[in-house]
Every structure is written in C-alpha cells, then in structure tokens.
C-alpha cells in the first residue's frame, strides 16, 4: 500500500517520557482529521512515521506521567474486565442453559451460584483492585 502524505497535524501529545510516541491528529487526504498514534516499530507505512515525527517536531505537548488515581481506576478496570469475561465465557453458558442447568445437581447449582455472586463482589474485597482473591472455578 503506497504512503500517504501527511502535511498537517495538530494536537500532537506525548504519550512516552523518552517523546518518541504521540497521539496526535493528521490531516488526511482521503479522510480528513483522524486521530494517529505514531509508534516508532509500527509496521503499517501508509503513513511514513519518520515524516510525520520530523513534521511534529518540538510542537507537541510534553508527556505527564499519569496519578496513582489514574493507575488504579486503570487496574480497576482491567480487573472487571476479567470478571466479566469470567462470567459471560464460565458462569452464563451454564446458567442460561436451562437444559444445561437442570442437569446439574442441587450441589452442583449451589456452588456455580456461589461462584457467580463471588465473582460479582470482586470489587468489594478489601484490597481492590491491586490484591483480588478470585473465587475457585467449581
């Protein structure tokens, strides 16, 4: 695919303390403004990175290491995304199954019920989100 030529940007932005990725937006010819994230190892040269990073210069907002509420809202949400693909992937084929289900024992349905509200009360442990004890599988 031939290299698309980049003229303009704006909003260029830091994203690494060594300024070597930015988010920023390209004026495209085909698209017009689109967002761009410029990685230095980015394989796809439709747009030839080296210009782009010679076009932006020193015209770019300096990167800002993100605050530790800013890390744990992060980490608190890669953790339930974990727990959501637990339940929609180990508890709802099972549980929405009602053939599934009735085949299970009393026991059986116990426990996958446990396991599910153990899963939905992850972020009420004490330690969320950097120390979870995920529940056992039954």
Known sequence: MPTVPITEFRNAKSINIYDT???VEINHPHFGWIPYTLLPHDTDMTVNNDNLLALIGSDFLPY??????????????????LRDYKLSEEVDPLVLNSLRWSDLTDEQRTAWSQYRTDLLNVPQQDGFPHNVTWPTRP
């Open 21 to 23: 990725m930015f988010d």
């Open 64 to 81: 800002v290491s993100p605050t530790q509420d800013e890390l744990d809202a992060k980490e608190a949400e890669n953790v339930r995304s």
